[in-house]
C-alpha cells in the first residue's frame, strides 16, 4: 500500500456538458467543451504520458442546482423535458462529477490517460440532441 500515491501527477478537465454535441441552438458553446476535450488527448499530452503525467476530460451532463441548468431549462416544463430526456431519468449531482474527477486524479486510475468520460445518465447517448430539439420548437411557438 505504501507506493499507493507513487505517481508523477494527474491533470482533470472538466468541459461544458454539451462538449461536442450538435445542438444547433448552442453550437459555440459545444465547439469550446470539444476544444477541452481535444485538449486533453493532444499529441503533447500524449508525450506527458511518458513522464507518468496522465491527462483527462470529465463531461457533465444536466447537474441539478447548477447556473447552466437553470439557464437551460428556466421553466418546470424544460426541466422535465430534460430529466425525460437522461435515460437514468434524473439530473446527476456536483458530488457524482467531483467523485469521477477524484477517481481520475488518483492513483485508481494511473493507466487511464487521454480520455473522454461522459457522467451524464446517458444523456449524451441521443437526450440531448432531442432535447434541444424539442426546446427550439417550444420556443419558436
Do not use: H
Amino acid at each position: 500500500m505504501s507506493d499507493l500515491f507513487d505517481y508523477s501527477g494527474r491533470t482533470v478537465f472538466v468541459a461544458g456538458g454539451t462538449s461536442g454535441i450538435n445542438l444547433g441552438v448552442a453550437r459555440a458553446f459545444a465547439g469550446a467543451g470539444a476544444s477541452v476535450g481535444v485538449l486533453s488527448r493532444s499529441p503533447d499530452k500524449v508525450r506527458a504520458a511518458v513522464d507518468s503525467i496522465g491527462v483527462n476530460a470529465v463531461v457533465p451532463g444536466p447537474i441539478e442546482d447548477t447556473e447552466g441548468m437553470a439557464r437551460l431549462a428556466p421553466t418546470p416544463e424544460m426541466a422535465d423535458l430534460v430529466t425525460r430526456s437522461v435515460p437514468m431519468g434524473r439530473y446527476g449531482t456536483a458530488q457524482e462529477i467531483a467523485d469521477c474527477c477524484l477517481w481520475l486524479a488518483s492513483p485508481y486510475a494511473a493507466y487511464v490517460n487521454g480520455a473522454i468520460i461522459p457522467v451524464d445518465g446517458g444523456w449524451s447517448l441521443g437526450g440531448a440532441s432531442e432535447v434541444f430539439t424539442a426546446m427550439r420548437n417550444m420556443l419558436a411557438g
